[in-house]
C-alpha cells in the first residue's frame, strides 16, 4: 500500500511555471513506477508523463514534450513535473500514480495507486 500527496498547483498566467510535486508514503517508494495524468472538465484523464523506478529513463505526450519534465528523488520519496511554457489547455486536474514493479506506462489502468489531484489552471 502506498498513500500519494501532490501539492504545488494553483493559477498562472500562460507562458508561466510550476512544479507540482507529489509525496509517496508506504511501501518502498523505488520499487514504483511514477505517472503523472490530468483530467480537464468534461475530458477523459490522460497521460502527461512518467518515469522509470530509477529515474533513468522517462516519457512524456506529445502535448508536453519540451515543456514538462518528470523526475524524482527516491531518498525524499518524491516525484516532480516541472511545466514551464504553459497554456490554457493545460488546465486541469493533475495526479500522480504509481504502479509496483512495473515498467514506464501510459495506461491509466496500469497503475496500482493514486493521488488526490491538484488543481492547475492557466489563465490567458
Known amino acids: 500500500q502506498v498513500q500519494l500527496v501532490e501539492s504545488g498547483g494553483g493559477l498562472v498566467q500562460a507562458g508561466g511555471s510550476l512544479r507540482l510535486s507529489c509525496v509517496a508514503s508506504?511501501?518502498?517508494?523505488?520499487?514504483?513506477?511514477m505517472g503523472w495524468f490530468r483530467q480537464a472538465p468534461g475530458k477523459e484523464r490522460e497521460f502527461v508523463a512518467a518515469?522509470?523506478?530509477?529515474?533513468?529513463?522517462?516519457y512524456e505526450a506529445d502535448s508536453v514534450k519540451g515543456r514538462f519534465t518528470i523526475s524524482r528523488d527516491n531518498v525524499k520519496n518524491t516525484v516532480y513535473l516541472q511545466m514551464n511554457s504553459l497554456k490554457p489547455e493545460d488546465t486541469a486536474v493533475y495526479y500522480c500514480?504509481?504502479?509496483?514493479?512495473?515498467?514506464?506506462?501510459?495506461?491509466?489502468?496500469?497503475?496500482?495507486?493514486w493521488g488526490q489531484g491538484t488543481q492547475v489552471t492557466v489563465s490567458s
Open positions: 500514480a504509481a504502479g509496483y514493479l512495473k515498467p514506464i506506462m501510459t495506461a491509466r489502468g496500469a497503475y496500482d495507486y
Open positions: 508506504g511501501r518502498s517508494f523505488s520499487a514504483y513506477v
Open positions: 518515469i522509470t523506478r530509477s529515474g533513468g529513463s522517462t
